[in-house]
């Protein structure tokens, strides 16, 4: 590599603000281990992007004879004043490639529930190192006006003055930033529907529950279940007046809906009995096929099923599930494809795990013989040392094949296997265009 143009490594000092370091390489990182950042996959940092200071952790590199290094102090201050590692939080559409590169000083506190990718400074921009999988703009802040979204809320007050949901969605949409609840009252896209308080497993990074002593949840999750009624009030609303609409069940600030099986169920018979028209859609852990299969009988149109693993150990570690096993969410990809749904992953990446021989080859083969429609790509929102140490393994894949293969080999291998991030309609449910170089 040209020394004279690098991807330079960047840090924060104490103050918070960001520098890109003269002389040293940025790095990324799988499980602990840095590697060199391919330019290939550095793309400008995209609008909407965050950067975030890592307390307790030292920014990592390379020096100018490729030894890996670690940033103590800043270099631009005095003698021993502190600085920090960065990482950057990308927005929907983009897959991290690497983490963001660092080492935890005694004491480090756990990161907070959001995916750390590694960032440099490359000519003349900040850089994030990812893949783009999906150009859709549904949670673009670019088009999520607030001002807007305060006008839909007080009309949804109006039309539905005792349908708690409302009550619910608008704080998703204004505490919580659900970009999902903001296009719900600007009538666009897809409404979500959440039913249920209760989950029936513990996820390391769940974002609507975490024990006490852990990171805060970021999520405020759901303390009613709503009635078929309430539902098939707001879901008939907005199938009604939306172009190609979704309606989707199963929302990060609730548990899992299948466990509101029974009024799930009623709620799509009302909603059926009136329309034909939109898409409902299930987000889910799969864990009851059985209760699966009685919405599927009522109309269910499609599956989102989220892991973070196909192989039972590291799923179980990560899913902690309560009464059910891997077994049973594999029963219900099953069940979707026997009713003729659509079927797809939501698939929670980690870079260094998802992109391991062993995980791809796992992977691979559920996909191609399960008949699994789509790869919704979900950078896991979780702090990248601490994953590795709860699925219990040490150290990276040396051979890892890198996420950017991943993704090509499964576009080359399985044609009509569609990749992206959002939820498709049942009359759109094409590949989403991608820019990968």
Sequence with gaps: MNRSDFPRLVFADAKGEVFEHPALEAAGMKAGRLERLDPAHLFPLPEASELFLLPGRLAAGFDAEGRQTVLEFDPYSEKGAPCFAVAAFIPPGWTLTHSA???????????????????????????????????????????????????????FHGLFPKNRLVGHLEGCATVNGCANAKNFFLGRFEAPVPTSPVCNAQCQGCISFQPAGRMPPTQKRITFTPSPEEIAE??????????????????????????????????????????????????????????????????????????????????????????????????????????????????????????????????????????????????????????????????????????????????????RLAMGYFNPSKRHPKRAPRAVR
């Excluded at 590694?118 to 859709?136: F, I, N, P, T």
């Excluded at 009995?273 to 299930?282: E, P, Q, V």
């Design 101 to 155: 590169a660092f080492r935890e000083t005694e004491g480090a506190p756990m990161l907070p529930l959001f995916a750390y990718g590694a960032c440099a400074w490359y000519k003349g921009k900040l850089h994030a190192s990812a893949v783009r999988v999906d150009r859709g703009f549904r949670h673009d802040e670019r088009f999520l006006d607030p001002s807007e979204i305060a006008r839909g809320i007080k009309r």
């Design 234 to 415: 707001l879901a008939l609303f907005h199938v009604e007046r939306v172009p190609d609409p979704i309606v989707s069940f199963g929302q990060g600030c609730e548990g899992e809906p299948l466990l509101s099986a029974a009024v799930i169920e009623k709620s799509i018979r009302l909603i059926r009995a009136k329309t034909s028209h939109g898409t409902i859609n299930l987000n889910s852990n799969a864990s009851r096929p059985e209760a699966l299969e009685r919405l599927f009988e009522a109309g269910l149109d499609q599956i989102r099923v989220s892991a973070n693993s196909v192989r039972e150990p590291y799923y179980s570690r990560y899913y902690q599930p309560k009464g059910y096993s891997f077994r049973e969410v594999d029963e219900s990809v099953r069940t979707a494809k026997k009713h003729g749904r659509f079927v797809s992953i939501n698939y929670l990446s980690m870079p260094g795990f998802t992109d391991s021989r062993a995980e791809f080859e796992a992977f691979r083969e559920f996909v191609g013989s399960r008949g699994v429609d789509m790869v919704q790509w979900r950078n896991l929102n979780y702090d990248p040392l601490l994953y590795f140490r709860d699925l219990g393994l040490q150290g990276a894949d040396p051979e890892a094949l890198g996420m950017d293969r991943v993704i090509a080999r499964l576009e080359r291998e399985f044609p």
